[in-house]
């Protein structure tokens, strides 16, 4: 179930980062790695049938 809504929020938007914003891949190292700055996406409507997403 949890790769279907994943799949249907990657096909239903379009993703894009925030303005002015440039991706950072840098980690910091412990018992697991985590991302330096946390990442930030904004949803936007792909679709024109609006029902979709209600």
Same mark, same amino acid.
């Given at each position: 179930?949890?790769?279907?809504?994943?799949?249907?929020?990657l096909?239903s938007?379009?993703?894009?980062?925030? $303005?002015?914003e440039?991706?950072?891949? &840098? #980690?910091?190292?412990?018992?697991?790695?985590?991302? =330096? $700055?946390?990442?930030?996406a904004?949803? &936007? #409507?792909?679709?024109?049938n609006v029902?979709?997403? =209600?």
């Amino acid at each position: 179930m949890m790769m279907f809504t994943l799949a249907s929020l990657l096909h239903s938007f379009d993703w894009s980062l925030p $303005k002015g914003e440039e991706h950072d891949l &840098s #980690q910091e190292v412990g018992i697991t790695l985590k991302k =330096v $700055k946390p990442f930030v996406a904004i949803p &936007s #409507q792909r679709l024109p049938n609006v029902s979709l997403y =209600v």
